[in-house]
């Protein structure tokens, strides 16, 4: 088995690499390079998916492993280079999920085997239940838990509808639902409606990043690193809820630390 990583932007692909030396690095232009990675690497760009399979084949590659963001090419450039593969025409008018499963059946049709990000990353969970729970009160674990259960239940619904993995919570009112800005755009906005006009309460929002209901496990799971975390911290929030089995957690044990040193709850259910 010859893995290659296809690296999109962020720490996470890194990671990965870091962990995985013998595997092959495909970079996406404009996302990652060759630089960031000691593994053998090559770069591509993402208007030109066919190739990809000429490098991949070339290289004896068998399984894939994706990971890290990636921009969709915008309808503006599609119409402006003339670019007429079926893999950007079609993922383009897609939700991400639908996407996805476009871009794995493009892999699979070509002879390769997709294998989920957790299957080659070690420590990249937390586990199920508060983190350090004796360091919060009674009172502020059952508003974590109040509204855990009104934001996993409004991810659950969205998910038909092939949103964002996140929503930001407080007292059952939505401050935020994740939309194509991603993640840390959303808690933005969220923290700063929060800054500005409901900061009275007794605790902050909560954020809620879970994988959709039917999530393709293993390519797309919803991942939170040391960034995230500490911009939680910035506006105030309270706690982060995510999943002990599909929210990826990019280098555990810096955001472990870094929660060890500041009051901000995490629960994973």
Known sequence: MRIALIAGSGDLPIQIAKQN??????CIDKHSCPSSFSNKS???SLSEPNSWLSILKYNNISHLVMAGKIDRISSEEI???KLDHPLICKTSSLGDNSALIFVQNFFIDNGFKILPVS?????CFFTKGFYKEENFSKKQKEFVLENSKFGVDLLNTMSKFDVGQSVVINNKLVYGIEALEGTN?????????YKNYFNSS????????IPKLNQISNMDLPVIGLETVKKCKEFGFSSIV???????????????????????????I
Not at 119 to 123: E, G, T, V
Not at 202 to 209: E, N, S, T, Y
């Open 21 to 26: 030396q013998d595997a092959f690095v495909l």
């Open 42 to 44: 090559a770069i591509v």
């Open 79 to 81: 119409v402006s280079k």
């Open 119 to 123: 299957s080659i990353l070690n420590d």
């Open 185 to 193: 755009s959303m808690i933005n906005r969220a923290g700063n409606l």
């Open 202 to 209: 007794d605790f902050g929002p909560v954020l809620i990043k």
């Open 242 to 268: 995510l999943s002990s089995t599909g929210t990826l957690i990019i280098d555990l044990r810096e955001v472990k630390t870094y929660l060890n040193n500041n009051k901000l709850c995490i629960y994973a």
